[in-house]
């Protein structure tokens, strides 16, 4: 079976926000107003997430991501990650990193072969500024623990002009000597973070900007594929954009989104959810409302446009 959009789009790949809550405080993330705390029995259990996310893979998702808030605050992150490895998926994460050296093992027994590790500076005061925590070498170290023990691992960093936009070629330059793959996001408006267009550094500003220092050689897209891929010739990494904002990549859209408290998205700029939570605990079956919320899944932006007044939850609900 599959899951097609009125667009055509085959749906195949399932983000699962496993927590509503961070240990970190990214300005452009967690909003001013920080939302409140949902309770524990609100939130999927890790069998609910096994069984709800089995009923996913039999309508054709053979790609999980497991995301947040951060997914390692779980106490039972471990337990869930490797229930999940019984299904026949590619199954990865997104992650801050700061805890990251407790699940090796837990990663390891699930076959995780791919991590996202999201850093937004090289240097320490400036990734305080950001995250608003104290964790830059912690985050760092794990970084280089996990590539040691053979993970691949890619970095998300959120460009933000004026803030670490100047950063740009240190991230490249950690390309030259390790094989990281560095992945600029731009950045994208969520509820209260103070998103201004102006402070988007685009892919196109960015791939000049980067090409004035490094002879780029542009790497093959693939299907599906949310961002533009490029290495410098004799580095062992590469680099990539992904432009939400200046070049969406929605035509080519496989996503799926589920909350930890268990409300679907089609779209991360989505107005409206489909809770499967509540009728999957009272025993109904889901798989109707899935492909209900499927149809219903809007060409680009959940059917907005790409403005600071745009509609949408937060990141930290929702998860990347
Ligand atoms: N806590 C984990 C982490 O930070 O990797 C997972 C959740 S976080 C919401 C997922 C990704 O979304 C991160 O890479 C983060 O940088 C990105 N993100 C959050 N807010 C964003 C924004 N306003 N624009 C672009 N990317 C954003
Ligand atoms: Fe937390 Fe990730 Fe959001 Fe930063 S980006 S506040 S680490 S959920």
């Known amino acids: 079976m599959s899951l097609f959009d009125t667009f055509g789009r085959v749906h195949n790949y399932l983000r699962i926000s496993l927590i509503d809550t961070c240990n970190f405080g990214c300005t452009y993330c967690v909003p001013q107003q920080k939302p409140g ?20 893979v039999g309508l054709g998702i ?11 605050l779980r106490k039972d992150f471990g337990q869930i990650i490797r229930k999940l490895s019984e299904y026949p998926v590619q199954l990865t994460l997104t992650t801050n990193g700061f805890l990251l050296h407790q699940f090796i093992e837990d990663l390891e027994v699930a076959g995780v072969k791919s991590i996202n590790i999201s850093i937004d500076s090289l240097r320490e005061e400036r990734f305080k500024a950001i995250s608003k925590t104290t964790g830059f070498q912690t985050v760092y ?23 670490n936009d100047d950063e740009a070629n240190d991230f490249i330059e950690l390309t030259r000597h390790y094989p990281l793959h560095i992945r600029f996001i731009e950045f994208m ?19 000049e900007q980067l090409s004035e220092k490094h002879a780029l050689i542009k790497l093959p897209d693939q299907l599906h594929d949310t961002t533009k891929k490029y290495k410098v010739a004799g580095y062992k990494g590469t680099l990539a954009v992904i432009s939400s904002v200046s070049n969406p990549f929605c035509s080519g859209c496989n996503r799926l989104r589920i909350s930890a408290d268990g409300k679907m998205r089609n779209c991360l700029f989505a107005q409206t959810n489909m809770d499967l939570l509540t009728p999957f605990r009272n025993g109904e079956d ?35």
């Open 286 to 320: 889901i798989v109707s409302l899935i492909e209900q919320n499927v149809k219903a899944k809007a060409f680009q932006y959940g059917g907005q446009q790409m403005t600071p007044d745009i509609k949408n939850s937060q990141m930290l609900l929702i998860g990347g």
């Open 62 to 72: 053979d790609k999980i991501r497991l995301t947040g808030g951060e997914p390692t």
């Open 141 to 163: 170290n794990n970084i280089f623990l996990l590539l040691e023990k053979g993970f691949h691992i890619k970095l998300n960093v959120v460009l933000m002009r004026g803030v």
């Open 37 to 56: 705390k949902k309770k524990a029995e609100e939130l999927m259990s890790a069998q609910e997430i096994y069984e709800i996310a089995g009923v996913f």
């Open 189 to 207: 408006p969520f509820t209260d973070n103070e998103w201004e267009r102006n402070k988007v550094i685009s892919y196109q500003e960015l791939i």
